[in-house]
T-cell receptor
Framework: EAGVVQSPRYKIIEKKQPVAFWCNPI?????LYWYRQNLGQGPELLIR????????DSQLPKDRFSAERLKGVDSTLKIQPAELGDSAVYLC?????????????FGEGSRLTVL | QKEVEQDPGPLSVPEGAIVSLNCTYS??????FMWYRQYSRKGPELLMY????GNKEDGRFTAQVDKSSKYISLFIRDSQPSDSATYLC??????????????FGQGTRLTINP
């Protein structure tokens, strides 16, 4: 079974430029999460989707960040414009709501460097 | 104050040693307690979980939860170089219909020296 797939793995941009990250969750997983992990820190939730509905986006900086999950499968996280403080690893995770403990499966992350 | 506190280390021990990793938390509503392992440049992967006080053993790993003290631990016996990674504790309140909202600790970077 394929895991959570994220792209790009690495991205270097200059500040004020836009950037987008893509995530393909595990097939059948109805819950999708975007986390941000700063260097030396644990992941912090940005947004959680149940199917195509964003049910928790309280931590998403809405002035510059946006996300979508079309058709309840793939998801895109966008930053526009990027700031120096956005340098981090953006992790996508998915889980199956209603099965067991709802274990989160993470992708390998998209590492963003803003210059 | 963060909801979950974890000593970031780094922690370096010789192969074969017993490793103890710890987290404290402030939110008494947390019911599920997990340990994730994260190798360099990889995503976290679930190592163990528990939802009650006491010990849970899985091979060389033991997870311990003390809800009265709001303290959780992960013990690694007979540590191996392949255990070198960052260990993240994570917690959530009682989940509603299966959705997890995890709060992570900072992570402890562990190195096992051959």
């Amino acid at each position: 079974e394929a895991g959570v797939v994220q792209s790009p793995r690495y991205k270097i941009i200059e500040k004020k430029q836009p950037v987008a990250f893509w995530c393909n969750p595990i097939s059948g997983h109805n819950t999708l999460y975007w986390y941000r992990q700063n260097l030396g820190q644990g992941p912090e939730l940005l947004i959680r989707y149940e199917n195509e509905e964003a049910v928790d986006d309280s931590q998403l900086p809405k002035d510059r960040f946006s996300a979508e999950r079309l058709k309840g499968v793939d998801s895109t996280l966008k930053i526009q414009p990027a700031e120096l403080g956005d340098s981090a690893v953006y992790l996508c995770a998915s889980s199956y709501r209603g099965r067991g403990i709802g274990e989160l499966f993470f992708g390998e992350g998209s590492r963003l460097t803003v210059l | 104050q963060k909801e979950v506190e974890q000593d970031p280390g780094p922690l370096s021990v010789p192969e074969g040693a017993i490793v103890s990793l710890n987290c404290t938390y402030s939110n008494s509503a947390f019911q599920y307690f997990m340990w994730y392992r994260q190798y360099s440049r990889k995503g976290p992967e679930l190592l163990m979980y528990t939802y009650s006080s006491g010990n849970k053993e899985d091979g060389r790993f033991t997870a311990q939860v003390d809800k009265s003290s709001k303290y959780i631990s992960l013990f690694i016996r007979d540590s191996q170089p392949s255990d070198s990674a960052t260990y993240l504790c994570a917690m959530s309140v009682v989940r509603l219909q299966g959705a997890q909202k995890l709060v992570f600790g900072q992570g402890t970077r562990l190195t096992i020296n051959p």
